[in-house]
């Protein structure tokens, strides 16, 4: 029960952080971060997704200009998907939902934090792109800055479970 009671701890300790400390993030807690990206669900096992970790000053400094969230931050980690079909549809945005939200997740369990950036990313794609060498058959989809927190935020309100619990149909408030 222990390993049951720590994940729901990390799920529940993981917040959007948006102002780190000025500390480097070792590059083995970066690549652990990463590695759980790759254990995330992906259909068909397609796998298309890649990633771009950033420790450079110098590239974090200009990725800052793109969004608040990496201005702090000492290290990113720049999720690519390559938008492709597999045999029963399309699935990278889900896969790669599924591999930001687990890298979240270990950053917080390695007693790191981030944020999911993508809203900045798709207004400055091209500098992005250009700025990473990212090639054009490949999709930049988000940018999690990793980094010490200053503070972690408050737990934002959220809908209890009965609020958004259905059970056996819409509306089916009880089991039956």
Same mark, same amino acid.
């Given at each position: 029960?222990?390993?049951?009671?720590?994940?729901?701890?990390?799920?529940?300790?993981?917040?959007?952080?948006?102002?780190?400390?000025?500390?480097?993030?070792?590059?083995?807690?970066?690549?652990?971060?990463?590695?759980?990206?790759?254990?995330?669900?992906?259909?068909?096992?397609?796998?298309?997704?890649?990633?771009?970790?950033? $420790?450079?000053?110098?590239?974090?400094?200009?990725?800052?200009?793109?969004?608040?969230?990496?201005?702090?931050?000492?290290?990113?980690?720049?999720?690519?998907?390559?938008?492709?079909? $597999?045999?029963?549809?399309?699935?990278?945005?889900?896969?790669?939902?599924?591999?930001?939200?687990?890298?979240?997740?270990?950053?917080?369990?390695?007693?790191?934090?981030?944020?999911?950036?993508?809203?900045?990313?798709?207004?400055?794609?091209?500098?992005?792109?250009?700025?990473?060498?990212?090639?054009?058959?490949?999709?930049?989809?988000?940018?999690?800055?990793?980094?010490?927190?200053?503070?972690?935020?408050?737990?934002?309100?959220?809908? $209890?479970?009965?609020?958004? $619990?259905?059970?056996?149909?819409?509306?089916?408030?009880?089991?039956?």
């Amino acid at each position: 029960m222990p390993k049951q009671v720590a994940f729901f701890d990390v799920v529940k300790r993981r917040r959007s952080v948006r102002d780190f400390l000025p500390e480097p993030v070792p590059i083995e807690v970066l690549q652990s971060i990463v590695a759980a990206g790759l254990e995330a669900p992906s259909g068909c096992n397609a796998q298309f997704r890649q990633y771009i970790i950033v $420790t450079d000053p110098a590239v974090m400094a200009r990725l800052g200009e793109i969004s608040p969230a990496l201005k702090t931050a000492p290290a990113a980690i720049v999720q690519l998907i390559e938008p492709k079909a $597999t045999r029963y549809g399309e699935f990278y945005l889900q896969d790669a939902a599924a591999s930001i939200e687990n890298m979240l997740l270990a950053a917080v369990a390695l007693g790191y934090a981030g944020c999911w950036v993508e809203g900045q990313v798709r207004q400055s794609y091209e500098a992005v792109c250009k700025m990473l060498g990212v090639p054009a058959e490949v999709n930049v989809s988000a940018i999690v800055p990793i980094g010490k927190p200053v503070e972690i935020p408050e737990r934002p309100a959220k809908p $209890t479970l009965a609020d958004v $619990t259905h059970y056996n149909r819409f509306g089916g408030k009880g089991l039956r």
